[in-house]
């Protein structure tokens, strides 16, 4: 998995001990025999509505934003955030995630758009497909063919249909474990590119050259359900 810098791992771990992906190493892929894969498959299937009693447990998207202000990167989260798993073509939504979070890292050149996804209130899901790894207490898992679609989202006076599509792996990927009484999924996302309409061609991509553009660019989604 994606190595990240100091202060998201002191993040990720400081959300609880009981972290599946971020304070634990990945498996070796290997190959993974049937009868373990469907397993873990169907236990993994179904939606993860998160803990209302246990904030712990609580369902949230946490990622990097600029405070230029203070000239810092600062870290937030939104709540609830639904993820689903759908175990008949290993696909994966993430719903209620709000324009604010895709927003955040569009450059200053397309700031129209960046502003009109921002303030759009409408939730948003993001659909992917996954594949697994490697299984032995938890099951890890790559990603790809991720994307989230708003339509009709005006600027600059047009309106356009959006499509926010992420990398796949080595930049995304998730795992997913039991901790108790909890199913927890935790998956990385990395924004890739921002395509308009129905054009192959990307108006940009996110850049992730450097640890701090890969570390803006990426969610960290963590479910959980009893």
Same mark, same amino acid.
């Given at each position: 998995?994606?190595?990240?810098?100091?202060?998201?791992?002191?993040?990720?771990?400081?959300?609880?001990?009981?972290?599946?992906?971020?304070?634990?190493?990945?498996?070796?892929?290997?190959?993974? #025999?049937? $009868?373990?894969? +469907?397993?873990?498959?169907?236990?993994?299937? =179904?939606?993860?509505?998160?803990? %209302? @009693?246990?904030?712990?447990?609580?369902?949230?998207?946490?990622?990097?934003?600029? #405070?230029? $202000?203070?000239? +810092?990167?600062?870290?937030?989260?939104?709540? =609830?955030?639904?993820?689903?798993? %759908? @175990?008949?073509?290993?696909?994966?939504?993430?719903?209620?995630?709000?324009?604010?979070?895709?927003?955040?890292?569009?450059?200053?050149?397309?700031?129209?758009?960046?502003?009109?996804?921002?303030?759009?209130?409408?939730?948003?899901?993001?659909?992917?497909?996954?594949?697994?790894?490697?299984?032995?207490?938890?099951?890890?898992?790559?990603?790809?063919?991720?994307?989230?679609?708003?339509?009709?989202?005006?600027?600059?006076?047009?309106?356009?249909?959006?499509?926010?599509?992420?990398?796949?792996?080595?930049?995304?990927?998730?795992?997913?474990?039991?901790?108790?009484?909890?199913?927890?999924?935790?998956?990385?996302?990395?924004?890739?590119?921002?395509?308009?309409?129905?054009?192959?061609?990307?108006?940009?991509?996110?850049?992730?050259?450097?640890?701090?553009?890969?570390?803006?660019?990426?969610?960290?989604?963590?479910?959980?359900?009893?």
């Amino acid at each position: 998995m994606k190595k990240f810098n100091k202060l998201f791992i002191i993040l990720l771990c400081c959300v609880g001990a009981m972290s599946v992906t971020s304070c634990l190493s990945d498996d070796d892929g290997g190959g993974i #025999d049937p $009868e373990t894969y +469907k397993a873990w498959l169907s236990a993994m299937y =179904g939606p993860y509505y998160g803990s %209302n @009693s246990d904030y712990r447990y609580q369902n949230k998207i946490y990622y990097y934003y600029d #405070d230029e $202000e203070n000239n +810092k990167i600062k870290t937030d989260s939104i709540l =609830g955030v639904v993820a689903n798993i %759908n @175990s008949l073509d290993t696909a994966f939504t993430v719903s209620n995630v709000t324009g604010k979070v895709l927003s955040k890292q569009i450059p200053d050149n397309y700031k129209d758009l960046r502003e009109a996804l921002e303030s759009y209130d409408q939730p948003i899901s993001i659909n992917g497909k996954f594949d697994f790894t490697g299984i032995s207490q938890n099951a890890y898992f790559t990603i790809y063919t991720t994307s989230a679609t708003i339509n009709n989202l005006e600027y600059s006076g047009e309106t356009h249909d959006i499509k926010v599509a992420f990398w796949g792996y080595p930049y995304s990927s998730g795992a997913y474990g039991r901790i108790g009484e909890y199913d927890i999924l935790e998956i990385y996302l990395c924004l890739g590119a921002i395509f308009i309409d129905d054009s192959q061609t990307p108006l940009f991509e996110y850049p992730i050259s450097s640890q701090a553009d890969l570390t803006k660019a990426t969610l960290f989604l963590r479910a959980t359900r009893q």
